[in-house]
């Protein structure tokens, strides 16, 4: 049974930084590049960052960028979410997403004073 769960989110305030994970279980998740979306109230769901099966490659969005830091341990098949400097603007309910695998079911990022 194919499984992401995400955990780590929570209430922060501006400038804060909070870790996220994501564990993955059946599949290999090794084989597999893995992204993070969010999604906040009224917008449309956002590619965050995203990283290749090995690890070698990330890509961020403009507006993470230099401030988040997406890695993935694979013997733990667990992907993580490093958000540093945190803004009013990045709170949503955040996903890891697996292309042909699946999504989980989200963690929810306030930013808030």
């Known amino acids: 049974q194919v499984q992401l769960v995400e955990s780590g989110g929570g209430l922060v305030q501006p400038g804060g930084s909070l870790k996220l994970s994501c564990v993955a279980s059946g599949f290999p998740f090794s084989s597999y590049a893995l992204n993070w979306y969010r999604q906040a109230p009224g917008k449309e769901r956002e590619l965050v960052a995203a990283i290749t099966s090995a690890g070698s490659d990330t890509v961020y969005a403009d507006s993470v960028k230099g401030r988040f830091t997406i890695s993935r341990d694979n013997a733990k098949s667990t992907a993580y979410l490093q958000m540093d400097s945190l803004e009013f603007e990045d709170t949503a309910v955040y996903y890891c997403?697996?292309?042909?695998?699946?999504r989980g079911q989200g963690t929810q990022v306030t930013v808030s004073s």
């Open positions: 997403d697996v292309p042909r695998i699946g």
